[in-house]
């Protein structure tokens, strides 16, 4: 996965062609804009004031991808964190934001097969890969697996993201005092059962493709994210969930102050009209898969 997403020449996310929009592989909530700007920016705008506006305040997205949230932060100071640039400032104010950023992190795979998690491994035989499943899993693998997912089903497969609790850590790390907002979608310990094949899932030109070993650094793959893990390894380090819910309800919520009147505020009633289907499209259609994960650190 990480090779096909990011190796530098052929890996997905590098190579020249851009994978977002229409004649991409995907949408992200993230280009339903000006409205997903405006309503992320008025959810943050309500944190940033009960925090009591501190004057140096930063907005640093991981995986910002096309940039296309700068236009929205442009009140704060905005760092975009992408794979060859930017980073996370030491000891800064403010919040971390990400939206299928966690989705793409690369992860090991693993069968349950009678005592062990056996790793999930790709060969390569008559010039394709195929799955095959080799000894047991490294310990910090099998750790995650134990912490994160209900006792062990016999036959069934497991992702582990180690990136994600270690990407926890450097927000904890870096983050003096303010929140992470990660926007994404995924499971929790409780919810793991739905998924007894695993959530690994490719996607090119907006079909969702269940091979992810095919046409590799042509697809998009993406793993759900295990918010049980993102939440525990923050807690770990200082970072206490405040909130975790739908993204719709996150969007109705820094909408309701003003009815919605400053997203969908527009002269022309044409721009009106495509502002009215992109929030249909925010609250109804993405906002109800999608998760918002609200994390708080004090200093
Ligand atoms: C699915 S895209 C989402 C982009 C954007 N946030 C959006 O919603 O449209 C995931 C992004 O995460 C970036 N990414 C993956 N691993 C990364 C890493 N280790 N550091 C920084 N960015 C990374 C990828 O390059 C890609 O742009």
Known sequence: METALYHPEYGYYRRRRDPFGKSGDFFTAEQVQPVFGLLVAACIRQLYREMGEPREFTVVEL???????AEAFREWRYIPVEIDSGGLPNGFVGLVFSNE???ALPVDVAVREGEAFREQQVACEDGRFRWTTGGPVPAEVERYLRDCFPSPEQGRWYEASLEAPRWMERIARSLEDGYALTIDYGYTRGEAARFPAGTLMGYRRHTAREAVLEEPGERDITAHV???ALQEAGAARGLRTERFETLA????RAGEPDQFAAALNASE???Q???RM????LLFGMG??????????RR
């Not at 309800?249 to 109705?252: A, F, I």
């Not at 992109?278 to 499209?281: A, E, G, I, S």
Request: aromatic letters at 10%; hydrophobic letters at 35%; proline letters at 3%.
């Open 63 to 69: 995986g910002a991808g096309r940039g296309e949230m």
């Open 101 to 103: 950023f966690f989705d």
């Open 269 to 271: 009633p044409r721009e």
């Open 249 to 252: 309800r996150t969007l109705l």
């Open 273 to 275: 009209l495509r502002r």
């Open 288 to 297: 109800e898969t999608f998760r918002a994960l609200l994390q708080r650190r």
């Open 278 to 281: 992109q929030l249909k499209t």
């Open 226 to 228: 295990n918010f049980t």
